[in-house]
């Protein structure tokens, strides 16, 4: 099944690459590995802003990382043109802006991990760090940047 197949399955629509808010690009190619900059949570459109440990709760925040899993998966599209050029997702870096006594951003990453693990199967399967921030960029609840490898 291609990963496009395993999207549909999913109900799933690839969104545009995002537009950088800053000084920028979506996305950088070295050798064969593709380096995306970090995308921030998304809800209807707007930022998901929100801080976990205050007014967010872990299940919610697996969902903003879903979100962001899409988002990037967008990014990588067009990047490639054709996912199935990925051979793996090698490294996933999650910043999750939390209070002092919040310790469950590895579980909150899990919403992005997980659905690159059901739309790339064992090539989705990635070395990956999450992170307790105190703020990430307009507030927002999740970022997430991706490092995968071309075939």
């Known amino acids: 099944m291609s990963v496009y197949d395993k999207l549909q399955a999913l109900n799933i629509t690839l969104p545009p690459a995002a537009t950088p808010a800053a000084v920028y690009v979506p996305f950088v190619q070295s050798g064969k590995l593709l380096f995306l900059s970090g995308h921030i949570a998304r809800k209807d459109g707007q930022v998901w ?12 925040g697996k969902l903003a990382a879903r979100a962001v899993a899409i988002d990037l998966l967008g990014t990588l599209h067009a990047a490639t043109g054709d996912l199935n050029k990925i ?15 919040f310790t469950e951003q590895h579980l ?44």
Do not use: W, Y
């Open 49 to 60: 802003a929100a801080q976990f440990g205050r007014n967010i709760s872990t299940e919610e």
């Open 87 to 101: 051979a793996r997702i090698v490294k996933v870096m999650s910043l999750v802006n939390s209070t002092a006594d």
């Open 108 to 151: 909150v990453t899990n919403g992005c991990s997980e659905l690159l693990g059901e739309v790339f199967g064992a090539k989705g399967v990635h070395a990956r760090s999450a992170f307790g921030v105190a703020q990430i960029p307009l507030g927002a609840c999740v970022e997430i940047e991706l490092i995968a490898e071309l075939a």
